[in-house]
């Protein structure tokens, strides 16, 4: 289930709005100029599916909302759990280029989720947003927005990823370690399942 925690960027002992009702996180999130939106889910797609299954599978969606927007690259990258001996430090090194704040200055982050989950923490206006994204959600983090995303350790997700600029996904790091002082994917997964 979807879940939205906003704290003050000081840190995470105050909790600001804490909700799972879709309506409720579209309506937080809008004046920040962030997209959230459930698009339906496909039962039938396989949580590891490849990009032919999931472009079939979600074609009406990803036609309507590169039309809406003229995306000039539309792809779907997924990370799942496997025996591959390499995993493990795949699986590390992604979290960890996401897990540092930053900021895309030449394109927007839109996401969707077609399994699995992961948070995309906004830090905007003196606060932090932390958007648990599970199968179904989509999130557009606009273009200068500063953000980091957690996986958690052990990643499992296939997201379709749609871009304006051709270069595919560029961030601008900020250097700051913001990121350490808030809940991880981790604690916030185990805390909304519990």
Sequence with gaps: MTLLTTWPESGPDTVVRRTSEPAEIAAALAPLGV???QWPVRESVPFDADSDTVFAAYGPEIDKLNAEEGFTTVDVLGLHPSDDPEFPAKAKAAREKFLQEHTHDDDDEIRFFVSGAGIFYLHVNGEVHAVLCEKGDLLGVPRGTTHWFDMGTSPSFTAIRFFHEEDG??????????ADRFPDFDTIAAGHRA
């Design 35 to 37: 997209r959230y939106e």
């Design 169 to 178: 996904w560029i961030g601008t790091f900020t250097g700051d370690r913001i």
